[in-house]
């Protein structure tokens, strides 16, 4: 039972760490304002709320936006924690379904849909009352119309989030499937423990 539980926290610091590198690895999309990148680092996050729990994706969320903060110096918490809000917002819903219903293809799928639409709305409110006062308050800027930050959220940040969760979709499922035997194997041996 206690290697078990070692095993678990040295794997969840562990995708912690990868999902950090992961982070520092972005690209811009075309048409998007440039401060809007795409990064993979949701699919650690993903495998350990499918493996262990959602609140091991939760974990593994923090120890990468912890992690990003410490070694890049970022001097943006508002986005760091923006960061870690967005990436709850994807992954809670796909763990969710994965735990509560028949782990399938379906499932995931289903999953991954609704996280998306919930971090594109999510983020989108977020951004406009919470999120882009803060930013612009933090870095000194002057105020944003309501207008203006209108469009960022419609123009910017909702098509984002949507675009992020279909790549990061793309490259998820197929990686699931094939660690979904491992996956299977995981889990008998964790019951069979306890």
């Known amino acids: 039972m206690r290697s078990s539980n070692l095993t678990k926290t040295i794997t969840i610091a562990l995708m912690g760490a990868i999902s950090m590198v992961l982070m520092l690895l972005n690209f811009p ?24 729990s959602p609140m091991a994706g939760v974990a593994v ?36 379904f994965y735990h509560t219903f028949k782990a399938s293809k379906r499932t995931l799928v289903s999953g991954l849909a609704t996280g998306t639409v919930v971090m594109a709305i999510g983020m989108g409110l977020l951004n406009y009352f919470v999120v882009l006062p803060l930013y612009i308050m933090f870095a000194g800027y002057p105020s944003m119309s309501p ?15 949507l675009i992020k969760g279909i790549i990061i979709a793309i490259v998820f499922v197929p990686l699931f499937a094939k660690l979904k035997p491992w996956f299977a194997k995981r889990k008998r041996s964790g019951s069979a423990a306890a």
Request: no cysteine; net charge negative.
């Open 29 to 52: 999309l075309p048409m998007l304002p440039a401060y809007l990148k795409i990064d993979f680092s949701e699919v650690p996050v993903l495998l350990a709320a499918l493996l262990f």
């Open 61 to 96: 969320e923090a120890i990468k936006n912890l992690l990003y903060l410490i070694f890049t110096g970022a001097g943006d918490p508002v986005g760091v924690v923006a960061n870690f809000l967005a990436g709850m917002m994807f992954v809670l819903p796909v763990a969710y």
């Open 147 to 161: 207008e203006a930050k209108w469009l960022a959220v419609t123009a910017g940040i909702v098509p984002f989030n």
